[in-house]
T-cell receptor, first 115, second 118 residues
Framework: DQQVKQNSPSLSVQEGRISILNCDYTNSMFDYFLWYKKYPAEGPTFLIS?????DKNEDGRFTVFLNKSAKHLSLHIVPSQPGDSAVYFCAASAGGGTSYGKLTFGQGTILTVHP | SAVISQKPSRDICQRGTSLTIQCQVDSQVTMMFWYRQQPGQSLTLIATANQGSEATYESGFVIDKFPISRPNLTFSTLTVSNMSPEDSSIYLC???????????????FGAGSRLTVL
């Protein structure tokens, strides 16, 4: 049962344009959502997150939107740069306690930004 | 944030053998987490390594297959036992490194150990 899904395996965008990466989830107990970026031969690195009580969080060129009723979130990158080319993972967590450290990840979306 | 070193970075293993992956963190941490990423799949938590107690395994993962050691607050090992081609994956060590501005627990990951089982 895939609780977090990224239905687009890849996305290609021109430099300077907007990149929109999408993520859907099924577990209504998730209370935090995170985006990680991964370059080849490196571990995933944290990018941005959002609490389930918010609908938007912005950090520089990166904005995450959450539509709780649709169980959908998206990551917007504006403007896109060639250095943004990487695999982007959506992840979700369901609070602390026994779930501490447990992130449920999507399959990832490969973003390619062309100069 | 913490710096995590994993060894080996990659290896090719024979069916039926076992391999131990090492994870070293540059600071003391209470819990360390082992994840697996099978080809084309998402990252999945295998277990939480606690210092001074047994590791806590997620559903579908058992100690006999993935024994874990945690001798101190900066080091852990994961052994993949009696390997089969289905164990070909990237194995990643991670630690919690605080909260994001939105309050989420943020994990920092090592570069991973890519195992190929023939």
């Amino acid at each position: 049962d895939q609780q977090v899904k990224q239905n687009s395996p890849s996305l290609s965008v021109q430099e300077g344009r907007i990149s929109i990466l999408n993520c859907d989830y099924t577990n209504s107990m998730f209370d935090y959502f995170l985006w990680y970026k991964k370059y080849p031969a490196e571990g995933p690195t944290f990018l941005i997150s959002i609490s389930s009580i918010k609908d938007k969080n912005e950090d520089g060129r990166f904005t995450v939107f959450l539509n709780k009723s649709a169980k959908h979130l998206s990551l917007h990158i504006v403007p896109s740069q060639p250095g943004d080319s990487a695999v982007y993972f959506c992840a979700a967590s369901a609070g602390g306690g026994t779930s501490y450290g447990k992130l449920t990840f999507g399959q990832g979306t490969i973003l390619t930004v062309h100069p | 944030s913490a710096v995590i070193s994993q060894k080996p970075s990659r290896d090719i293993c024979q069916r039926g053998t076992s391999l131990t992956i090492q994870c070293q963190v540059d600071s003391q941490v209470t819990m360390m987490f082992w994840y697996r990423q099978q080809p084309g799949q998402s990252l999945t938590l295998i277990a939480t390594a606690n210092q001074g107690s047994e590791a806590t395994y997620e559903s579908g993962f058992v100690i006999d297959k993935f024994p874990i050691s945690r001798p101190n607050l900066t080091f852990s090992t994961l052994t993949v036992s009696n390997m089969s081609p289905e164990d070909s994956s990237i194995y990643l060590c991670s630690v919690a490194t605080g909260h994001s501005s939105s309050g989420a627990n943020v994990l920092t990951f090592g570069a991973g150990s890519r195992l190929t089982v023939l």
